[in-house]
């Protein structure tokens, strides 16, 4: 019998709240988080804007007894979500009997980045002189996982994954067949993403990205809207979330995997990579096309993306496409590249939990190549079974989720 994986806390931090119980208000009342930057210096770049996370001051998130000297600012986001997380699940303090079977899995992308470039601007400007060279040691991404793993003596599997856009998703999926195998009792899973000048820099040279606000669908869209969060997620068996009272948010019921090997950063145009991933995800769950309620699009904003997208949902539901919602968060949040895929998994169990479908905000224009029901007119109440959650990366990297409402009667979207 197949083991039913649930989900028993959240944690985040993103450009629209905080915490969680903030953030599941800010997307049903369809709040936009992207503004002006100040983390850095942007003048001379085709955008100002991003989805940078306010006011975040690193002690009001994580205690004093948890050392933060050298951590970057992923490693604190990413503490700071984990911390939040274990408090929500109820495993703050974790218990010294199960630290062993706790594990990590961390999407993420740029690390250490920017405390790196900040290194090097003192370099230069100091000729080299008084450097300390110890404050690269959180460059890596891998940093994260480590410092959290190392903070707690959590010695179950620990694991970090870049595959872009699709890292956080990934991650999770991961996390799931550890425990449906029986490697970890209980994972943290999500994913790290910070702002940095070098990825900024690289998505404009791109010009990829909207000047103002990204508009998901639209048909005037003009680019995504880079942001920065951390979102982090602790799974378990059912029966032991059960056995010691757990609150349950909702299950992951599936996930699936593919590669377009087609373009570094364009996705394939035929969109077979996300088809087979939708379709993946779809057969590990056992649900059938009748059974998912919301599509959380991963929804860029850019030209192609949107277009390959939709022309993919309607490959994989045929007619029923039609009647499914779908919403690109990213118009709220920003995107936030290696976190985004756990990030918009925390948006799903919120909408199973809440019953609500969070809304595609920015949108104006239809455009007659996205014909799907996109949710442009704020969140719409819902009672909804199961979500499909779509990440799709550079490098053709494809990854859906699936969450399921929970229930205590046999399979969750019954």
Not at 109 to 128: D, M, T, V
Not at 141 to 153: K, L, P, Y
Not at 171 to 179: K, M, P, T, V
Request: charged content about 20%.
């Amino acid at each position: 019998m197949k083991k039913r994986i649930v989900i028993t806390g959240m944690g985040t931090l993103n450009a629209l709240a905080n915490n969680v119980p903030d953030f599941a208000r800010a997307l049903q009342q369809g709040s936009c988080g992207i503004g002006m930057i100040n983390l850095f210096d942007t003048t001379g770049f085709r955008s100002q804007t991003g989805g940078q996370i306010k006011n975040f001051i690193a002690r009001d998130h994580i205690p004093r007894n948890f050392s933060i000297k050298r951590m970057s600012r992923a490693d604190m986001l990413s503490f700071a979500a984990t911390l939040e997380a274990l408090r929500d699940a109820g495993f703050y303090p974790p218990p010294e009997e199960l630290k062993a079977e706790i594990g990590l899995a961390i999407g993420g992308g740029a690390g250490g980045l920017l405390e790196a470039e900040e290194f090097y601007e003192n370099f230069l400007k100091k000729n080299g002189r008084g450097t300390k060279f110890s404050t690269l040691s959180s460059l890596f991404c891998a940093s994260s996982a480590d410092r959290i793993a190392s903070a707690f003596g959590f010695a179950g599997p620990k694991s970090t994954f870049m595959t872009a856009c699709s890292a956080g998703a990934t991650a999770i999926g991961y996390a799931r067949d550890l425990i449906a195998n029986g490697q970890a009792s209980i994972m943290l899973a999500g994913g790290v993403e910070p702002m940095c000048r070098l990825t900024y820099a690289a998505f404009n040279a791109l010009k990829s990205v909207d000047p103002e606000t990204c508009r998901p669908f639209d048909k005037n869209r003009s680019g995504l809207s880079l942001g920065e969060a951390a979102a982090i997620m602790v799974m378990e068996e059912m029966e032991i979330a059960l056995n010691r009272g757990a609150k349950i948010y909702g299950e992951i019921l599936g996930y699936g995997i593919t590669c377009d090997s087609f373009h570094m950063t364009a996705p394939d145009e035929q969109a077979s990579g996300a088809v087979r991933s939708m379709q993946a995800a779809l057969k590990d769950s056992g649900l059938s096309i009748d059974e998912i309620d919301y599509i959380n699009a991963h929804g860029t904003a850019t030209p192609v993306n949107d277009v390959t997208e939709t022309k993919a949902i309607r490959e994989v539901f045929g007619r029923r496409a039609y009647l499914i919602p779908v919403s690109s968060t990213k118009s709220m949040h920003a995107h936030t590249l290696g976190a985004s895929g756990s990030l918009e998994g925390i948006v799903s169990v919120l909408a199973l939990r809440h019953g609500f479908i969070p809304p595609t905000i920015n949108y104006q224009n239809s455009d007659p190549l996205c014909d799907l029901d996109y949710v442009t007119t704020g969140a719409r109440k819902a009672n909804l079974r199961a979500v499909l959650s779509n990440s799709f990366a550079f490098g053709g990297n494809n990854t859906t989720l699936i969450f399921g409402r929970y229930s205590e009667r046999g399979a969750s979207h019954e």
